[in-house]
């Protein structure tokens, strides 16, 4: 479910209506901006994953939406440009989807849902390196440092489902291959590994209360037990996605 989008248009209030009503059925919060400066502190503060831009009021230039995305400091999301001229914008860049605005309605009732089938979010560097960075006060807190293989391959499991949770439901055939391709390793070592540390984490944690919360989240009860790698990575993009 898409949760924030955002409508770039200075004049028309039908659009704003129809979107309006779209995203309150799907839960949804829509944020109005009538300038660029107002979209772009919007973007930085809210992380929308999907703006609709009135090309008819505001005029769209592509320049500076490439600038924008190759300066990787900024949230990147799915683009929509609303137009009476759509051709003009298809294939320009995979984050942007061209729409007639003759016959917008029925489009836009789906293309949240689709927007969200196509990717939770995109992540900035600057943001990846902020997740990252949390990661690795929780996985210190538990016992581990970069001397384990398993602690950066956690961490990089952990950004790759906070992007797309849909990995979740395929560890094996989409998560691990990822990570391994990255690291230039086979898929068997990334899984080892993360065993590896996850194992070393539970047996010398010494905050009990972070003890508890990771098996309590993972409905361990037996004392010798420890939690699988998908319950304990589930852990932890539960942690910090709040």
């Not at 829509?30 to 994953?49: D, F, G, H, K, W």
């Not at 690291?183 to 899984?191: K, P």
């Not at 993972?218 to 539960?238: A, D, M, Y």
Request: with cysteine.
């Amino acid at each position: 479910m898409c949760k924030s989008a955002v409508l770039f248009s200075k004049q028309d209030y039908n659009l704003g209506e129809v979107l309006k009503l779209i995203c309150r059925e799907k839960h949804a919060n829509l944020v109005y901006c009538r300038n660029l400066a107002e979209l772009i502190i919007t973007n930085i503060q809210s992380m929308p994953e999907v703006i609709f831009h009135d090309e008819e009021s505001i005029p769209f230039s592509f320049d500076l939406f490439k600038e924008f995305k190759d300066s990787k400091k900024y949230n990147v999301p799915t683009y929509v440009i609303l137009s009476y001229a759509p051709e003009k914008f298809f294939n320009l860049d995979e984050n942007i989807i061209a729409i007639d605005k003759k016959d917008y309605a029925n489009r836009l009732y789906n293309l949240i849902d689709e927007v969200q089938e196509k990717k939770q979010a995109v992540l900035s560097e600057c943001k990846k390196h902020e997740i990252k960075n949390k990661i690795a006060e929780y996985l210190n807190e538990l016992g581990l440092t970069t001397k384990y293989l398993g602690y950066c391959y956690i961490k990089e499991l952990v950004v790759d489902v906070i992007e797309d949770k849909r990995k979740l439901k395929s560890f094996n055939t989409r998560l691990y291959p990822q990570v391994a391709v990255k690291y230039n390793t086979q898929v068997i070592n990334i899984e080892r590994n993360v065993r590896n540390a996850i194992n070393i984490a539970i047996e010398s944690c010494k905050n009990k209360k972070l003890y508890d919360e990771i098996m309590g989240f993972s409905n361990i009860t037996r004392h010798n037990k420890v939690p699988s790698n998908k319950q304990f990575i589930t852990w932890l993009v539960e942690k910090i996605a709040v």
